[in-house]
């Protein structure tokens, strides 16, 4: 009951499970800097398959989050309806300037073939990003989390902020249950059926004194058993979730590595032409 | 004799924390002698733990305050130091098993100082396996803390103080938060530590009887911030400066007090196995042949009736087939181990869980028909930790919340709130807020907040829980009074036997959702088999009653009679 959250604290044994955690804070950050840089779907497309391959790979748990990708879609088609909406005409400034209609509503809401490459162009690309973050999410640990940021340079007294949230989050759920099952023995009703959501709200607000006090009390605990093992002693630290690296991760590294040069090519090229705004649209 | 070398001393040693306008600890002469095992016990507020984490260096790096006089630690001079040089030769395992836990596994949390000392990963793993077999956690390196129990937490937290060159190992209360087979297993698992890897150990704890499962050297007794006492087990056991200063005696040396036996530190006392009992056998027996007035409480109708009860959060049922009744005006024990359904029953018994089949009678009404609202005016639930149950800035508002939640009229509020402040002992302090309050109060207030809706039962969740003995003895025999004067039904679920033992008739035992016993407290006391489905432990009486021959549940059953007895009219009265 405790671990509803789709982080594993454990780390699995698929091929990407396996990899150490700055292999993928890398990996994943160099992907970000990949996605967000472009428009041009021959760059999104093979991620987008990736992606697909990648969160297969990690045999997740559907049911969870088949909730999250359909709020993801919705959410994200929303946007673009909306977008559609906005400027009708959107796709043109990034196509090279046709309006090319498909098919017409009224004069003033037309669907061109160049709006519609833009926002099924966006709406990939967000789509790719969301599920190469659920990926990462996925196969990582919060340590590994943390010894992968301190990989990268963060200091680790910010790297220790993810790992113990983590460690921390279950118990403080636990002491919210045991609250509200004790006011609401005493009268606070909870029951949407009977209490408005403005009681509601009032009444948990009841429960968050009570779980606030005795989580400082749990912090100043914490705090002490990482002092009395020597936690914020020297400048450095080591991890013992984060093991050598693996043939795997010496590949990845070539890999990023590589892509993030690309993307320096890539931003520095697009950014110093500024005529050559347009994104990639192969029917122009 | 070997020469002795001293790892800790303390010369003319006074600490004042900041937010003190007195000193804690007043003019300490102590010397602690590497390789010696050395039990710290006194009351709460005594100064034992502020002892202890002077020694740990959070006094005063963690929590500021004025040092005078010398603490040396290894030959190291404290207040000049720091608490990561002290932490190099002091491991410390705090009371909290469960904050004390920082690593998100098993592996990781032993792994923690050693990572924080920057050591490479390579060397890092077999000191880590080392010490994970050591505490006997081996198997369990890969798993996550939400999976272990008390015990285990507490296992790898020592564990995670082991390597290295740490000398001196500190258990700040370590009995605390575990059952009683788990807390006898600790002392176990710290005796073999102390022996086979050669440290020295100091034990902090105010619960004299279930240390003294393993044998200490020594023992400093503290009181109001001074050393009272600093020598042999078995000298003090045979003094009355337990009593005075407020330490629970262990109960085979009540038996022996009780029989008006002479004691004295050459009967080795402090070991029930071996104490010589040579010079007590016939008062012993002349007391066993006492007639006592047997107690039998006083009880109604029967107020509460659980018919086969099973109940499941998915598929695995926490409850399996529960029954049986309570009538008014008992007081039940709920023990066994964690994780054996006891606080479902609670939830259940509330109406926050209900039955998946079976019924619960409340007053002979189906309790379905009730909403959880409606059978808080009839079951009350008090939780262990008074601070999450308290929401409010003044005690009387606190008191009159269940009341408001409920529409009452103001009239009815302000007399029903007087009555119950005034059952509580706390009418005249009825402004004050709840924040200035003792914890004791706190936890008069937290029943008072329940009692408010008049119920019939209420549900006691360990409620001495890390209370010392004239806390535990002030909450418990103000139960006792709501019980006698006012009829109230209570169920206590607790881990502690001399309670179910000293304040309640019934025991409920419950294993692996099963209710394996429900009977008298002394006949559930001298079975061996629901012992250990229970995780409870052989009181020292049993022990006791064997040595001398004696039928167990009879002598347990006597003591208990002579006991209440001792209690309701004093010593005299009773002989």
Request: hydrophobic fraction near 45%; aromatic fraction near 10%; include cysteine.
């Amino acid at each position: 009951m405790e671990n509803k959250l789709l982080i594993n604290l454990i780390p699995g044994d698929t091929f990407l499970h396996r990899l150490t955690g700055k292999t993928k804070v890398r990996t994943f950050i160099v992907l970000l800097i990949y996605l967000i840089m472009s428009f041009d779907l021959r760059l999104i497309l093979p991620l987008f398959i990736l992606g697909i391959i990648g969160l297969k790979s990690l045999k997740p748990a559907w049911k969870t989050l088949k909730y999250f990708f359909i709020i993801i879609v919705a959410v994200n088609l929303l946007n673009i309806v909306l977008f559609w909406l906005a400027d009708p005409d959107i796709g043109a400034y990034w196509c090279g300037g046709d309006n090319t209609v498909l098919f017409k509503l009224t004069d003033r809401f037309y669907l061109t073939a160049e709006t519609f490459w833009y926002l099924m162009v966006r709406f990939i690309k967000m789509i790719t990003s969301f599920m190469v973050s659920v990926v990462f999410i996925l196969s990582i640990t919060p340590s590994e989390l943390a010894a992968g940021l301190y990989s990268i340079k963060v200091p680790y007294k910010i790297c220790t902020i993810f790992s113990l949230a983590f460690r921390y989050i279950p118990d403080i759920g636990r002491d919210f249950q045991n609250i509200k099952v004790s006011l609401q023995t005493r009268g606070v009703e909870l029951d949407p059926k009977k209490a408005s959501l403005k009681d509601r709200l009032k009444q948990n607000v009841l429960i968050l004194i009570p779980l606030i006090i005795s989580s400082f009390d749990r912090v100043a605990n914490i705090s002490n058993a990482m002092d009395l093992r020597g936690y914020g002693r020297g400048k450095t630290r080591t991890y013992y979730s984060e093991h050598e690296e693996l043939k795997a991760d010496k590949a990845f590294k070539v890999i990023y590595v590589a892509l993030l040069l690309f993307c320096a090519y890539w931003i520095i090229t697009h950014n110093t032409m500024p005529q050559d705004f347009r994104m990639w649209y192969p029917f122009a | 004799m070997p020469m002795r070398t001293p790892i800790v001393e303390f010369r003319n040693f006074s600490f004042r924390y900041k937010s003190q306008s007195e000193p804690t600890l007043h003019d300490i002469n102590l010397t602690i002698y590497k390789g010696e095992k050395v039990l710290i016990l006194g009351p709460s507020g005594s100064g034992k733990s502020t002892l202890a984490n002077c020694i740990n260096g959070l006094n005063p790096f963690s929590y500021d305050g004025v040092i005078t006089g010398s603490c040396k630690v290894a030959g190291m001079e404290t207040k000049n130091a720091s608490i990561f040089a002290l932490s190099k030769v002091v491991g410390t395992v705090l009371q909290d098993s469960d904050a004390q836990f920082v690593g998100l596994s098993v592996g990781e949390d032993i792994a923690f100082a050693l990572e924080n000392q920057s050591v490479p990963r390579k060397e890092m793993l077999p000191k880590v396996e080392w010490a994970a077999g050591v505490v006997g956690m081996s198997d369990f390196l890969m798993h996550v803390p939400y999976e272990l129990s008390g015990g285990q937490k507490q296992k790898v937290a020592l564990a995670g103080v082991l390597h290295g060159d740490v000398d001196l190992l500190i258990f700040d209360e370590p009995l605390a938060s575990l059952d009683p087979m788990m807390g006898m297993t600790a002392v176990e698992l710290i005796d073999r530590i102390h022996k086979e890897q050669n440290k020295t150990v100091l034990i902090v704890e105010h619960r004299l009887e279930d240390v003294l499962h393993r044998s200490v050297d020594r023992i400093v007794l503290m009181n109001e911030g001074s050393i009272v006492y600093d020598g042999d087990p078995d000298r003090l056991l045979a003094s009355d400066l337990l009593t005075r200063y407020g330490i629970r005696e262990p109960l085979y040396i009540k038996a022996l007090q009780y029989a008006g036996c002479e004691l004295s530190s050459e009967q080795k006392l402090a070991d029930i196995q071996t104490v010589d009992l040579s010079p007590f056998e016939e008062q012993l027996k002349k007391q066993q042949m006492m007639k006592l007035e047997k107690y039998v409480p006083r009880l109604g109708e029967e107020i509460l009736k659980v018919e086969n009860v099973t109940f499941a959060y998915d598929k695995d049922p926490v409850l399996k087939n529960i029954s049986f009744s309570v009538r008014k005006g008992e007081k039940i024990a709920v023990v066994g181990k964690n994780g054996a359904g006891k606080s479902t029953l609670a939830k259940l018994l509330c109406g926050i869980v209900r039955p998946r089949e079976g019924r619960v009678l409340i007053n002979g009404t189906d309790y379905t028909q009730y909403s959880i609202k409606e059978i808080g005016e009839r079951i009350g639930y008090v939780m262990q930790n008074p601070n999450q149950m308290l929401v409010k800035d003044i005690i009387k508002d606190e008191v009159e919340l269940a009341m408001l939640l409920r529409g009452k009229s103001r009239a009815e509020i302000d007399e029903a709130v007087k009555k119950t402040l005034k059952m509580c002992g706390l009418y005249p302090m009825r402004n004050w807020p709840v924040s200035a309050v003792s914890y004791g109060q706190k936890k008069r207030a937290t029943i008072a907040s329940i009692l408010v809706l008049q119920p019939e039962i209420i549900i006691l969740d360990e409620p001495t829980a890390g209370q010392d003995f004239r806390h535990y003895t002030e909450i418990m025999e103000f139960l006792d009074e709501l019980n006698r004067e006012y009829g109230i039904t209570i169920l206590f679920v607790t881990h502690d036997m001399h309670l179910a033992i000293q304040y309640t008739d019934r025991a409920l035992v419950f294993s692996e959702g099963e209710l394996v016993a429900d009977d008298s407290v002394f006949r559930v006391l001298s079975n061996d088999e629901v012992i250990t489905k229970a995780n409870l432990k052989q009181t020292s009486l049993y022990t006791l009653a064997r040595r001398l021959g004696f039928e167990p549940e009879a002598y347990i059953e006597h003591f208990i009679n002579y006991e209440r007895m001792v209690r309701v009219h004093g010593k005299q009265a009773a002989d």
